[in-house]
């Protein structure tokens, strides 16, 4: 039986009626120095990134966020900055993050990015038999906080970020510090910290690939196997004219067209309808 919850922990949040914590946006290469000198004296950070995969048609990174020895940090992407020497110290340190697959993947792909080791509190809450993972979930069951989940659907590549999206990007990271030490203790009453350092090793490994998409069988999509030879051939070739639309038009594809109605149309020629006939 897993151990009671421990009693809440007060933590700034924006929805409690306290203060978000203090931040660091740093902009400039000048603003980097702090930082620097900050993850030069400890062994682990806590770690985030704000992507814009809902808005563009390549994924970019747009924020980074940090807390390190207590302070937040936040590094605005979407500006010229010399990076190298970020990205050498994180390889050094210990990450703590929250559903880190995409964002090791993501940062694979950046910069070739490897973390040295890794606590991700998402598989750790998987590893409890926690029906809900997500950090809101988490943090709601944990320490009584209600985050504002508006910056999950925000467009992070647009400048200036509002005061509203700074704040909910500190919070992601704020929090995780005191989620990790709680997640600790379960798992070490139930005997299952060496299987969580082993899915995080292996979380590494597999973001180490980035995103590799295999062009042979990308377009088959949705409930592709409702298809046959025409309607596999209409898909084939619809598939790819959403691909340059939404390049063309640097958005992701799904807006341009969703996979569920690629299918669709694939379907009707093949039944001998007409794509109008499902639009």
């Given at each position: 039986?897993?151990?009671?919850?421990?009693?809440?922990?007060?933590?700034?949040?924006?929805?409690?009626?306290?203060?978000?914590?203090?931040?660091?946006?740093?902009?400039?290469?000048?603003?980097?120095?702090?930082?620097?000198?900050?993850?030069?004296r400890?062994?682990?950070v806590?770690?985030?990134?704000?992507a814009?995969?809902m808005?563009?048609?390549?994924?970019?990174?747009?924020?980074?966020?940090?807390?390190?020895?207590?302070?937040?940090?936040?590094?605005?992407?979407?500006?010229?900055?010399?990076?190298?020497?970020?990205?050498?110290?994180?390889?050094?340190?210990?990450?703590?993050?929250?559903g880190?697959?995409f964002?090791i993947r993501?940062?694979?792909?950046?910069?070739?990015?490897?973390?040295?080791?890794?606590?991700?509190?998402?598989?750790?809450?998987?590893?409890?038999?926690?029906?809900?993972?997500g950090?809101?979930?988490?943090?709601?069951?944990?320490?009584?906080?209600?985050?504002?989940?508006?910056g999950?659907?925000?467009?992070?590549?647009?400048r200036?970020?509002?005061?509203?999206?700074?704040?909910?990007?500190?919070?992601d990271?704020?929090?995780?510090?005191?989620?990790?030490?709680?997640?600790?203790?379960?798992?070490?009453?139930?005997?299952?910290?060496?299987?969580?350092?082993?899915?995080?090793?292996?979380?590494?490994?597999s973001?180490?690939t980035?995103?590799?998409?295999?062009?042979?069988?990308?377009?088959?999509?949705?409930?592709?196997?409702r298809?046959?030879?025409r309607?596999?051939?209409?898909?084939?070739?619809?598939?790819?004219?959403?691909?340059?639309?939404?390049?063309?038009?640097?958005?992701?594809?799904?807006?341009?067209?969703?996979?569920?109605?690629?299918?669709?149309?694939?379907?009707?020629?093949?039944?001998?309808?007409?794509?109008?006939s499902?639009?």
């Amino acid at each position: 039986m897993a151990p009671a919850a421990p009693a809440p922990v007060r933590i700034a949040s924006a929805t409690s009626g306290e203060r978000p914590p203090h931040f660091t946006l740093i902009d400039t290469p000048a603003g980097l120095a702090p930082l620097y000198a900050a993850l030069d004296r400890v062994d682990e950070v806590a770690m985030d990134t704000e992507a814009d995969n809902m808005f563009h048609y390549r994924t970019r990174v747009c924020l980074l966020q940090f807390l390190v020895d207590g302070e937040v940090y936040l590094v605005d992407l979407m500006t010229p900055l010399p990076l190298d020497p970020l990205w050498q110290r994180l390889a050094e340190k210990h990450l703590i993050m929250h559903g880190s697959d995409f964002d090791i993947r993501l940062l694979h792909d950046l910069c070739r990015f490897r973390p040295r080791s890794l606590f991700d509190t998402m598989l750790a809450a998987q590893l409890l038999n926690r029906p809900r993972v997500g950090l809101g979930a988490l943090l709601e069951q944990h320490f009584g906080l209600q985050l504002d989940k508006s910056g999950q659907k925000a467009n992070w590549s647009k400048r200036p970020l509002t005061p509203k999206l700074l704040d909910y990007a500190a919070l992601d990271v704020w929090h995780l510090p005191a989620l990790r030490d709680l997640l600790t203790r379960e798992l070490a009453v139930l005997n299952r910290l060496e299987w969580l350092d082993q899915q995080c090793r292996r979380q590494i490994e597999s973001g180490l690939t980035g995103f590799p998409r295999d062009e042979e069988t990308a377009w088959r999509v949705g409930p592709a196997d409702r298809l046959r030879g025409r309607g596999l051939s209409v898909l084939h070739a619809i598939w790819h004219w959403r691909e340059r639309w939404a390049e063309d038009l640097d958005t992701p594809p799904f807006k341009v067209c969703n996979n569920d109605l690629l299918v669709n149309i694939a379907l009707a020629i093949e039944q001998g309808d007409s794509a109008e006939s499902v639009l």
